[in-house]
């Protein structure tokens, strides 16, 4: 299955079958996260994966009982680190000494710059671009999905601090999404998308 293939084919699952994904499988899933890109290549995304009945149970009380969130194999409570933006001077430098990545002076300072404000950031600062980068890695987890025959769900509509308390999740992380993962229970039909010239511009 090719990448555009994948993506046609993906869906919101919310009905699962009753049987386990493999190991085998969630290794892929959190295999193909890891590849994601990331500013600088902080790479913030943590992933905690929840297997527990009565952990799932909690998680889909914190999800205003989406009971799909429950009767999923698996949860993956997509976190990201808000501390780990403090190592972007050193993720910056390697990326400044990697001598096929050719960049002016201007882009230097700019990242410098940019670096440095990142550096000494409060963590509520680093949230929207903490939030952005996960959710390109949480992408390719449900793209490969696909690939394996699973079906999952964004799920956004969740109380975060029930989740942290759920979980005991310490303050540094922000849970970005959970992510329902099985065998799909249902194959809906895909939902309407805005034409390609509803949605671009050509200057």
């Not at 699952?13 to 500013?39: M, Y």
């Amino acid at each position: 299955m090719d990448v555009y293939e994948a993506i046609k084919r993906r869906r919101s699952i919310r009905k699962f079958k009753k049987e386990s994904i493999s190991q085998e499988q969630i290794e892929k899933l959190i295999e193909v996260a890891r590849f994601a890109p990331s500013g600088s290549n902080v790479q913030p995304w943590r992933f905690i994966i929840i297997k527990d009945k009565n952990l799932k149970a909690g998680l889909c009380k914190a999800s205003y009982d989406q009971k799909f969130v429950e009767d999923a194999s698996i949860v993956i409570v997509c976190c990201g680190d808000l501390l780990s933006w403090k190592k972007v001077k050193e993720t910056s430098r390697e990326i400044l000494k990697d001598k096929q990545i050719q960049l002016n002076k201007k882009t230097k300072d700019a990242l410098e710059i940019r670096t440095n404000k990142a550096a000494i950031a409060e963590m509520g600062e680093r949230m929207p671009t903490t939030m952005l980068n996960v959710a390109i890695a949480i992408e390719h987890i449900v793209l490969e999905a696909v690939e394996l025959g699973l079906g999952s769900c964004w799920v956004r509509l969740f109380d975060e601090k029930k989740i942290k308390q759920t979980l005991n999740l310490p303050d540094h992380l922000c849970v970005v999404a959970i992510l329902p993962i099985g065998l799909p229970d249902e194959d809906p039909p895909p939902r309407p998308r805005m034409s390609v010239s509803a949605i671009t511009s050509i200057i």
